[in-house]
């Protein structure tokens, strides 16, 4: 039985439980008509978005299986009383089985577009936007459409950024045991993304471009990168500004020995959050039998060209994995990395480390 089951289990039997107790079981009788509460309204965020998903009928919009590229514009509602670093979502527990605009982070619509249209929205929204800045994030392992864009429209929401945001969507399975075909995935993908970055750098008129990618979609963002530099003369790559790689689900040899090495040559300035508390990083590790980049405490991954900066402190979820998404210290560093430019030693919620003579970054207590 996976960890998701034990939790809706566990949660059913509170529920229950306490149903009896309190005596509040009943049976028929009409649902509460829902009222909509009097204040603060919901904000709007616009993610547009790229995948590779196939698309499906109802309200998952686009699955878990290979398609060509489709691309589009997702609204999704962030609620009045949000908080930097939640990501609020219904709870069994709360008695809560759907989400609520005004409780929850929600996808609202899903909005297919051509290519034409979407690259004209595309450049429309960045020359409406100041600086000219464009943001592009990569999801991870076991994460389907809907959540995609909740994350990053939460992202886009905590960081306050100012220009529009693009989701590169690619077809993870969306469960816990879709480890393996994800890995198969990810690595098909890549070539999809490589066709949005030369599209980005040949065809939208942005000023800088900041890549941000989570877990296992590392390896889609750093394959990509590599193809880009071999294909590219080094001055098409100056837009790109940051390449933010967050609990990077990649053998921590290959990434020490062959993938930083080519990414550090590119200029681009690159972070690296890592910690010791990952639990989905720790299965992968039993997984493919090998440390992912991801790691820290022993395995910590420090090479030239790379700002580590150990999370571990952090706490966040069950498996500790999503910790960008549900802490605010990392979110706050994220939030000074990308409006300043400022380096890791600059950064006021950071303090300098040190193993074996190569210096690293922790947050400050």
């Known amino acids: 039985m996976n960890i998701r089951y034990i939790k809706i289990l566990s949660a059913i039997i509170v529920i229950v439980s306490s149903l009896i107790l309190s005596g509040c079981m009943t049976f028929g009788g009409g649902a509460a008509k829902a009222v909509k509460p009097d204040g603060p309204q919901p904000s709007q965020e616009k993610v547009f978005f790229v995948t590779d998903r196939a698309p499906v009928s109802g309200r998952g919009y686009f699955g878990s299986e290979r398609a060509d590229l489709s691309f589009g514009v997702a609204n999704v509602a962030i609620p009045p009383g949000h908080l930097m670093g939640r990501h609020e ?4 527990l709360k008695f809560e089985w759907s989400p609520d605009e005004h409780k929850h982070i929600k996808l609202k619509s899903v909005s297919t577009l051509t290519q034409d249209e979407f690259t004209q929205r595309l450049i429309d929204a960045v020359e409406a936007s100041p600086g ?10 076991n994460v389907d459409f809907p959540e995609s864009a909740r994350v990053l429209a939460q992202f886009a929401k905590d960081l306050k950024f100012r220009g529009p945001v693009i989701l590169f969507s690619w077809p993870s399975r969306g469960s816990l045991t879709g480890y393996s075909v994800d890995s198969t995935n990810a690595e098909w993908a890549s070539s999809h993304f490589l066709k949005l970055l030369n599209a980005m750098l040949d065809r939208i008129p942005a000023q800088d471009i900041y890549l941000i990618a989570h877990s296992m979609g590392n390896r889609i963002v750093g394959n990509a990168i590599t193809a880009l530099a071999s294909d590219r003369p080094a001055g098409d790559l100056a837009k790109i500004r ?29 972070t690296l959050y890592a910690s010791s508390n990952d639990r989905a990083l720790m299965a992968s590790k039993a997984f493919n039998g090998y440390p992912r980049a991801g790691d820290a405490g022993d ?51 950071l303090g300098r480390a040190e193993k074996d003579g190569k210096r690293y970054w922790i947050f400050r207590q």
């Open 242 to 270: 940051e390449l933010i790689m967050i609990a990077p689900d990649i053998d921590a040899d290959v990434f020490r020995n062959n993938m930083a090495p080519r990414l550090a040559r590119t200029g681009i300035h690159i």
């Open 89 to 92: 979502e219904p709870s069994l």
């Open 299 to 349: 395995g910590l991954v420090i090479v030239d060209g790379v700002e580590t900066i150990d999370a571990s402190s952090i706490s966040s979820g069950l498996l500790g994995h999503s910790y960008f998404a549900e802490d605010r210290r990392v979110m706050e560093d994220i939030f000074s990395l990308l409006q300043t430019g400022q380096r890791a030693d600059n950064r006021f919620g």
């Open 132 to 141: 000219g800045k464009v943001m592009i994030f990569v999801h991870g392992y």
